[in-house]
């Protein structure tokens, strides 16, 4: 599938509405303006690839709205080689950001059907996670903690703790947690044993499941 002009053209026009809706970073900015997000959604839903809206994929999954994928992103700080797990690929799309930005990602997707798909297609288009992971998002990957960031994208009754032991001190992590609605959460780590939470408003997420695999 080619990347248009007027696809370009629709993503400038994106990036224009997200600054009007608060995103600041430069950098997430241009990750936005530059990543194809029309390549990681169904066929039927092409024509509104750069509304910002949610719209489902495979699986009963759904891509992000991109409001979402930026205003995550941004409460991440990414910088280049920063070491970032993000759980739940799914599409593919938020770990395309992130390498765009030059981070390492690792990423892990518990749904057999994605994770096969996205392995396949992330690379097709040039975007190389350090590793893609099939398995228990609740669990992480211990084998190359501790990381810089951690960002989960579907929405957790609680906090993993399993994932704030694999943070590095000073790393963040960017988790939605709620039933229904989700809390938009920051956590930074200042100890082996403790860190600050801070809210973010509501949002809403796909659950997170759970020993699924």
């Known amino acids: 599938m080619q990347d248009s002009f007027k696809h370009q053209g629709l993503r400038n ?3 224009s509405d997200l600054k009007m809706k608060g995103i600041k970073d430069n950098s997430v900015l241009e990750a936005i303006k530059n990543v194809p997000r029309h390549l990681f959604m169904d066929s039927g839903f092409l024509d509104h690839a750069y509304q910002d809206k949610a719209f ?10 991109p409001f979402t994928v930026a205003f995550q992103t941004e409460l991440l700080n990414v910088k280049k080689d920063h070491k970032i797990l993000e759980i739940g690929t799914g599409s593919g799309y938020q770990a395309a950001i992130l390498c765009y930005m ?49 960002i989960v994208t579907a929405g957790a009754l609680e906090i993993p703790q399993s994932l704030i032991s694999q943070l590095k001190i000073g790393g963040r992590m960017v988790i939605p947690v709620g039933d229904q609605v989700q809390q938009m959460k920051l956590l930074i780590k200042i100890s082996e044993s403790d860190y600050e939470s801070h809210n973010f408003g509501d949002f809403q997420f796909v659950p997170m499941l759970k020993e699924k695999n």
């Open 13 to 15: 026009k994106l990036v």
């Open 56 to 65: 489902p994929i495979s699986s009963g999954q759904t891509i992000s709205q």
């Open 102 to 150: 030059g981070a390492r990602v690792y990423t892990i997707e518990r749904i057999k059907e994605l994770f096969r798909k996205t392995s396949v297609f992330l690379p097709s288009i040039n975007y190389r996670p350090k590793k893609m992971i099939y398995g228990d998002g609740y669990r992480g990957y211990i084998d190359e903690s501790p990381y810089d960031s951690i």
